[in-house]
């Protein structure tokens, strides 16, 4: 039963995404996957792309599947999928599970093919695979007739559709821009001439009526054009008002930290000279702060002390 809905899924995506040429990549896998089931060998069946059909081989209705559809088919029936539950558990679910998986196959070839451009065989390489792994003529599990005619029309299509015997180009990530696509765009402008009488504008006014409307009109896009074209030229000058304080500042910043760092060396030249000794200089560093202090001099009051 899981089968049969996951065909009805499947359809249903392919049905919904065949308009917008978009491929349904999960629904062809499962399609696949449903042909693998049927091959007499069970080492593919377990290396079907879709893996939880790889761990449904457990259950013994699904192992058996293409027993029981070689031995429950009858050419007189008409096999049509069915999702009522009655309907699934008949013996001749498993014949119309293969004929409905294969009718699908050879839809989607027609649906995907022409916009898969020369990929065809990469995107359906699967399912060719899955077809040709059904061997109907397996002399131990040998096909009805009418089941194996309908296996040979879906291999037929598939080598119709995907051009298997024919050369090809090497497959490209994007396909060429067409000449269309490459030439650029010609736009024709507008263009009104204020001259002349405007139907839709002046309709139902005398000439003097018109003539004057005709010039407000003229005057309103001079206006327009004329403040345009002001705040424009406002624009860049204001951008090349501030390009040209942000470099002279800029300029000065980087006088100002150049002047900084000349004094903080002398400074600490002046440090080391006095923490060296030897009369090579007194005064400076902690040492005249302290002496300053004692004596009241410049700005410490007398008698202070520098903690």
């Known amino acids: 039963s899981d089968i049969i809905r996951g065909i009805y899924c499947s359809s249903l995506m392919i049905e919904f995404t065949r308009e917008a040429q978009r491929l349904p990549t999960e629904a062809l896998s499962f ?61 001749a679910t498993p014949v119309a599970i293969l004929l409905s998986t294969l009718r699908l196959v ?26 040709l792994n059904l061997n109907p003529a397996n002399k131990r599990s040998k096909f ?18 995907l051009k298997i015997d024919e050369a090809r180009r090497p497959l490209q990530r994007r396909s060429a ?22 139907m839709s504008k002046d309709k139902g006014k005398t000439r003097m009526q018109a003539e004057r409307d005709k010039l407000r009109r003229e005057y309103r896009r001079e206006h327009k054009a004329v403040s345009r074209e002001l705040r424009l030229d406002a624009s860049f000058i204001e951008s090349e008002r501030r390009k040209q304080k942000d470099l002279a500042d800029t300029k ?7 002047n900084y760092a ?27 702060a302290r002496s300053k202090a004692r004596s009241g001099k410049v700005g410490i009051k007398k008698g202070g002390k520098i903690r």
């Not at 449903?34 to 060998?41: G, H, P, R």
């Not at 050879?106 to 995107?123: I, L």
């Not at 009805?144 to 559709?161: D, I």
């Not at 440090?271 to 005249?288: P, T």
């Open 31 to 91: 399609l696949a996957g449903v042909i693998n089931l049927y091959s007499d060998d069970e080492e593919i069946s377990v290396r079907s792309p879709v893996p939880s059909f790889s761990s449904a081989l457990k259950f013994h209705d699904v192992k058996q599947l293409r027993k029981n559809m070689i031995e429950s088919f009858d050419d007189e029936t008409e096999y049509s999928l069915s999702l009522e539950r009655n309907k699934m558990a008949t013996n």
């Open 106 to 131: 050879e839809k989607s070839t027609d649906y995907f093919c022409q916009s898969m451009g020369d990929a065809q065989r990469e995107v359906f390489d699967q399912m060719t695979k899955a077809v």
């Open 144 to 161: 009805p007739k009418a089941v194996t005619h309908e296996v040979r029309m879906t291999a037929e299509a598939l080598h119709q559709k």
């Open 177 to 198: 821009a067409k000449a269309s696509e490459m030439a650029i765009k010609t736009l024709a402008p507008r263009m009104e001439d204020p001259n002349n009488y405007s």
């Open 252 to 258: 000065a910043r980087q006088a100002r930290n150049r």
């Open 262 to 288: 000349w004094l903080e060396q002398e400074q600490a030249t002046m440090n080391q000279q006095v923490a060296q000794g030897g009369g090579l200089l007194k005064g400076g560093g902690i040492g005249a």
